[in-house]
């Protein structure tokens, strides 16, 4: 868990450490001013104990510590101290990365300037998301993407929450270190490789190029033009630019990893912005991730006629 206590103020950084090895499945922690400091993961919620407790973690919210507008200041203020001016850019995107690829989700009174986030003042609320690699997830799914000696273009989907960004920088892995292809990776988010002053704390493979922060267009562009991929990566796909940035792609010679957001094969189909994607056949290969008990992740993959071959 590498940089995320060193966030908290100094006094709760002990209790704080302890409190991420006691979880043992640990996916975020929310802090909310005022409230309980909220620790969960693997379907348990826990509370970080008031100070003068001998236990760090409670499952009652009554005695649980309670971030006061000091911590928060205090807190902010340690987050932003790598380098105030990423700092600021990052806020305006509304999330912060740390080193060790944590993500700390931010919430507070924005400022806008001509319809674009200036700056976010007053953060009061906070999300931060522990990162897991799960290196080796995907390994039993890379078989059923295969299309002869080629990859075929696929979308990984879920409900919020579930790991297709986890499967997907794993497939991004194994194709690079293991297939042996160039992939060219857009960040747009920074969910994926969790750049940090732009190396990536991630493992996405040797045959990775990472373009951070960047629109999808944007860097499909940028990245057919300069890096000459075999597979192109890109998080949270939808409406007609993304559509139109793919095409092109295709035009180009790559091939396609990419997400959606959606909790059945059905519920994917009848999205409306997914028509142009259903139409085209771009994709050929579709991944469903699903959460079992004890917050295992699983996976059924669909051919382009929503048959079901795994």
Known sequence: MNGVQKIFPVHLRGRVEKAIREHGALEEIRIRIGQPVIFSGGDRELYLSGENSDEVLTEETKGAYRMGEEDLSETVTFLSRYSRYAFEEEMKNGFVTLEGGHRVGVAGQ??????????????????????????????????????GDAICNTLFFSAPGVGKTTYLRDCIRLLSDEEGLSVSLIDERSE????????????????????????????????????????LAVDELGG???????????????????????????????????????????FKRYVLLKKGGAGARFFEVYNARRERVC
């Open 192 to 231: 994926i490789a969790a750049c940090h002053l732009g190396i990536p704390q991630n493992n996405v493979g040797m045959r990775t190029d990472v373009l951070d922060g960047v629109s999808k267009q944007k860097g499909m562009q940028m990245m057919i033009r300069s890096m000459a991929p075999k597979v």
């Open 240 to 282: 007609e630019a993304d559509y139109r940035a793919l095409t092109q792609a295709l035009y180009c010679g790559c091939r396609i990893l990419g997400t959606v957001h959606a909790g059945t094969i059905s519920e994917l189909w009848e999205k409306e912005e997914f028509i142009l994607w259903k139409k085209s056949g771009i």
């Open 110 to 147: 924005v400022r806008m300037e001509r319809g674009e986030v200036a700056d976010i003042s007053y953060i009061r609320f906070l999300n931060i998301r522990i990162a897991r690699e799960r290196v080796g997830c995907a390994r039993g799914l890379i078989p059923y993407l295969r299309d």
